[in-house]
Structures are given as C-alpha cells and as structure tokens.
C-alpha cells in the first residue's frame, strides 16, 4: 500500500507541495499537459530550481505571471474553464473539488453566494498553476491514500486585497472548520501566514487524513522550499511511504460523537405479519431510529419473532407506551448501549436527469463522501431507462455540485 505522508512544519502552500512533489520525481511534463489544454500556456512561466533554506536543500517553484492585465476570476469562471478542459475525469473532479472548497470558504467569510465569490490572490493564474499541477502530479503518482500533518497557523498578520488580515486569514479558518482540520498553534513559530487557502484546500480535498504515522518505512522523499526566510528551514517534505498501518488518533476521532441508546425487545408469538409490519411502523412514527425483526423458537416449539427498536433514552418513555397500546406483547426488555455517530447533513446533487438527495458525510481525519437516497436513484432510472448504477454514478460526478439543505448534525 503506497502512502504520500505530506510533513510541513513551517508551511503548506500550493507551491511547495508542487515544488516537493517534482522533487520526488513527478516528471515535469506531467503538470505542464493539463495546463496547455486549458490555453494558459502563455499566461506564465514555471521556474523549478534546486535552492537551499539554512543549509537544506530542496526544489524551488516560482509562477511568474504574463497576463498583462490578471482578470480576477469568479468561481463559475473557473468552474467554465474547467469542465470545458478534455482533462481525465479524476483529474477534472479534484481540480473542481478543490476550487468549490476555496470558493465556499470565501463565500461564507464574505456574506455571498458561491458563483459570486470573487478571487482574489486565489484567482491570479499562480493559484490555477498550483491547484492543476499539484493535482496532475498526484493523479500521476495514484498513491492509495495521503496523510498530513497538521497545517502550521502561522500568527501575525498580512497583508491582503483586503487589507491587513490576521493570520490565520479568514478563509483559512473557514475551511479548517468545514473539514475539521486541527491547525498546529503556537508561539513558536514564526511570526507570518505558513498556511494558505490554496495549500490547505488541497489537502482538505486530497488528503485521507490529517495526523502523524505511528512509524515511517521510506521509499522516497521529496522536499519542497518555501520563499520566505525564516529563523529555520522554510521546507515541506512528502515522503513516499511503503504501507501505513496506524489507528487513528483522539484527534483525528474527534469528529465522531457517541450517543447513548436504548434497545426496546420483545419477543411475539401470536401476531400476524400484517401487525407486525403496522407495530414497526407505529414505533417508526413514533421516533425510534431503527426497528429490526429476526425469527426465533418459543417455547413449545413455536415460531415467533424477535422485534427490536433503537431509540435514544429521551424516546424510550413514549415508545413503551405504542409497544403496550399497539402490539400483543406482555413484557418489554429494554438494555442501555451507545453508538459513535458520524457527522453528515443532507443536500442534493444535480445530473442530467434531474436532482437527487444525498447525505454528506464527514469520515474520521476530514475526508468527505456522499450516500445518494436510493428512491431518487430508483426515481430517475426508471424515468430516463438509465441504470440506478449509471445515476449513482453521475450523482459522484456531480459531488462537487453538492448543495447543502441541513446543517452538520449527528
């Protein structure tokens, strides 16, 4: 199992992963492809050199900008540009995932709705360069999955389109607290912005999790330098690993959220299948989480059922009395357990058939993944003739299109 372990103590910015990883052996042609086919061939030019930061070497990446007169993009700009781009179809969705990422982060700081972000630093051709190239250059390597440490905030303050800014920048903290990501704080380190929008939505959207490897078996190493002079090595360093085997950290968990439960039993052997499927309903309604059956043997070798309700404890007083009211049992067991929950809200995607609704779930280390509702895939395969797989699959397509009804809730 191939690992990219992306370690940034004093930075994590788009030009350094870029510059780390042509270091590890991305070959140059790889990040340069994408780019022409989107015509910027000739909005900049890509110095890549071999440099030192207190004595440590690494590579270097500077973006010098051509465009005469640098538009400030808006995300559905950006977005047009890159679904017209003939680009692989993973390539396309993680350069789109990250640009939807930035744009949500500044549409939330600034008051407005996404389309109408307006770019700023994020939107010049160098952040185009490091969002394309870095996700070229991963795309070419395929880990298995990446791991990264976490970002450096930075402290102090910079200066901005906006003026000056404290640092962490807004958007920063924005997206750290949309994808759950632990800054690394503290006074000391150095007093200037280390994390960018731009380097940390692209780990947001790239990275499996964010944390340290209990150990590190080391294939390959690529370092990246960053261009400020620092009190120590201004660097960032992504070591290709060979497998990765670690529980997940009290941080990287810190998502999750355990909920105290009650299972409600009884055990029925004169009802019919029509009662029982009413009595499931009824505690349904009634607001039980979830409502199983299982057959079993009774005593005197009769067939009965097994029916169980989860409920959370608040619940448990209302649904005994549906249990009394409405079913034929004389008896009720109930037993105290728990269950960890994992973040997620509900929204909608669209396809070329029309929308459907997901859920929007937020998986341990920051990562995100989609649960489209089965009726709408059924819906709209039977409308279209479509397969439900060939909708399910325009619903992942469509994930960065997702638009959120609900807010996060376990």
Same mark, same amino acid.
């Given at each position: 199992?191939?690992?990219?372990?992306?370690?940034?103590?004093?930075?994590?910015?788009?030009?350094?992963?870029?510059?780390?990883?042509?270091?590890?052996? %991305?070959?140059?042609?790889?990040?340069?492809?994408?780019?022409?086919?989107?015509?910027?061939?000739?909005?900049?030019?890509?110095?890549?050199?071999?440099?030192?930061?207190?004595?440590?070497?690494?590579?270097?990446?500077?973006?010098?900008?051509?465009?005469?007169?640098?538009?400030?993009?808006?995300?559905?700009?950006?977005?047009?540009? #890159?679904?017209?781009?003939?680009?692989?179809?993973?390539?396309? #969705? /993680?350069?789109?995932?990250?640009? /939807?990422?930035?744009?949500?982060?500044?549409?939330?700081?600034?008051?407005?709705?996404?389309?109408?972000?307006?770019?700023?630093?994020? !939107?010049? #051709?160098?952040?185009?360069? *490091?969002?394309?190239? %870095?996700?070229?250059?991963?795309?070419?390597?395929?880990?298995?999955?990446?791991?990264?440490?976490?970002?450096?905030? @930075?402290?102090?303050?910079?200066?901005?389109?906006?003026?000056?800014?404290?640092?962490?920048?807004?958007?920063?903290?924005?997206?750290?607290?949309?994808?759950?990501? !632990?800054?690394? %704080? @503290? *006074?000391?380190?150095?007093?200037?912005?280390?994390?960018?929008?731009?380097?940390?939505?692209?780990?947001?959207?790239?990275?499996?999790?964010? $944390?340290?490897?209990?150990?590190?078996?080391?294939?390959?190493?690529?370092?990246?330098? !960053?261009?400020?002079?620092?009190?120590?090595?201004?660097?960032?360093?992504?070591?290709?690993?060979?497998?990765?085997? /670690?529980?997940?950290?009290?941080?990287?968990?810190? $998502?999750?959220?355990?909920?105290?439960?009650?299972?409600?039993?009884?055990?029925?052997?004169?009802?019919?299948?029509? *009662?029982?499927?009413?009595?499931? *309903?009824?505690?349904?309604?009634?607001?039980?989480?979830?409502?199983?059956?299982?057959?079993?043997?009774?005593?005197?070798?009769?067939? @009965?059922?097994?029916?169980?309700?989860?409920?959370?404890?608040?619940?448990?007083?209302?649904?005994?009395?549906?249990?009394?009211?409405? $079913?034929?049992?004389?008896?009720?067991?109930?037993?105290?357990? @728990?269950?960890?929950?994992?973040?997620?809200?509900?929204?909608?995607?669209?396809?070329?058939?029309?929308?459907?609704?997901?859920?929007?779930?937020?998986?341990?280390? !920051?990562?995100?993944?989609? /649960?489209?509702?089965?009726?709408?895939?059924?819906?709209?395969?039977?409308?279209?003739?479509?397969?439900?797989?060939?909708?399910?699959?325009?619903?992942?397509?469509?994930?960065?299109d997702f638009t959120a009804t609900e807010d996060w809730s376990w």
């Open positions: 199992m191939t690992t990219l372990f992306v370690d940034c103590p004093t930075g994590l910015a788009g030009d350094m992963l870029l510059a780390a990883l042509l270091d590890l052996g %991305v070959p140059r042609a790889v990040i340069e492809a994408p780019l022409a086919v989107l015509g910027l061939e000739h909005a900049y030019a890509l110095t890549v050199a071999e440099d030192c930061s207190a004595g440590l070497r690494g590579l270097k990446v500077s973006v010098e900008r051509l465009e005469t007169e640098p538009p400030h993009r808006r995300w559905h700009d950006i977005r047009a540009l #890159i679904l017209k781009a003939d680009w692989p179809e993973p390539l396309q #969705i /993680k350069v789109l995932a990250v640009f /939807k990422a930035l744009a949500e982060a500044e549409a939330a700081v600034h008051g407005c709705s996404v389309d109408q972000v307006h770019f700023h630093e994020v !939107g010049m #051709i160098d952040s185009l360069v *490091d969002v394309v190239a %870095v996700c070229a250059a991963v795309e070419h390597l395929a880990p298995e999955q990446i791991v990264c440490a976490a970002p450096p905030a @930075g402290r102090g303050n910079i200066e901005t389109a906006h003026g000056l800014l404290p640092v962490p920048v807004p958007a920063v903290l924005e997206l750290a607290r949309r994808h759950q990501i !632990g800054l690394d %704080v @503290g *006074d000391q380190l150095p007093a200037c912005e280390l994390t960018t929008p731009t380097g940390l939505a692209l780990m947001a959207v790239l990275a499996e999790r964010f $944390g340290q490897p209990s150990s590190l078996n080391i294939k390959a190493i690529g370092v990246g330098l !960053g261009h400020r002079n620092l009190d120590r090595p201004n660097l960032l360093r992504i070591c290709e690993l060979d497998g990765l085997t /670690k529980e997940p950290s009290d941080q990287e968990m810190a $998502g999750l959220r355990w909920q105290p439960v009650v299972v409600q039993e009884a055990w029925l052997d004169d009802t019919t299948p029509e *009662d029982l499927a009413v009595l499931s *309903d009824q505690l349904r309604n009634a607001g039980a989480l979830d409502v199983v059956s299982e057959q079993l043997q009774m005593k005197k070798g009769r067939l @009965g059922v097994s029916l169980k309700a989860l409920v959370t404890p608040d619940q448990a007083p209302g649904l005994r009395v549906v249990w009394f009211s409405q $079913g034929t049992t004389l008896g009720l067991r109930e037993h105290s357990h @728990g269950r960890w929950l994992l973040p997620r809200r509900g929204g909608s995607c669209s396809t070329p058939w029309g929308e459907v609704r997901v859920k929007q779930v937020r998986r341990p280390g !920051g990562g995100l993944s989609l /649960k489209p509702e089965h009726d709408d895939l059924l819906r709209l395969s039977l409308e279209t003739g479509h397969s439900v797989e060939e909708v399910r699959r325009q619903v992942f397509l469509a994930s960065e």
